[in-house]
Nanobody
Framework: QVQLVESGGGLVQAGGSLRLSCAAS????????MAWFRQAPGKQREFVAVAFSGGTTNYADSVKGRFTISRDNAKYTVYLQMSNLKPEDTAAYYC?????????????WGQGTQVTVSS
């Protein structure tokens, strides 16, 4: 089983920055894409950003120009650098990865890390 563990959430003022990290661990696996999603209270979980194994990245329109996703394939880790944070960015942020193990792929999720942006 592959586990994803997020860290780096917290409380920040509007206009501030945070960096989230997510590390994958387990036995004999590889990862295709690594992504971040978020879920605000009372709302559905939404896509934030994705980094594919080949280097391509993609972002939700709401975070383009403010968030940057990157990954360290050697460490099975993905990062989300968040800048110019807004109160509407407040949410639980979840790391997700498409994991390939024994020739089969599945999507794994982390437990989430809270980001709160005060106005």
């Amino acid at each position: 089983q592959v586990q994803l563990v997020e860290s780096g959430g917290g409380l920040v003022q509007a206009g501030g920055s945070l960096r989230l990290s997510c590390a994958a661990s387990g036995i004999a696996f590889s990862i295709n894409d690594m992504a971040w999603f978020r879920q605000a209270p009372g709302k559905q979980r939404e896509f934030v950003a994705v980094a594919f194994s080949g280097g391509t990245t993609n972002y939700a329109d709401s975070v383009k120009g403010r968030f940057t996703i990157s990954r360290d394939n050697a460490k099975y880790t993905v990062y989300l650098q968040m800048s110019n944070l807004k109160p509407e960015d407040t949410a639980a942020y979840y790391c997700s990865a498409e994991v390939v193990r024994s020739g089969r792929s599945s999507r794994s999720w982390g437990q989430g890390t809270q980001v709160t942006v005060s106005s």
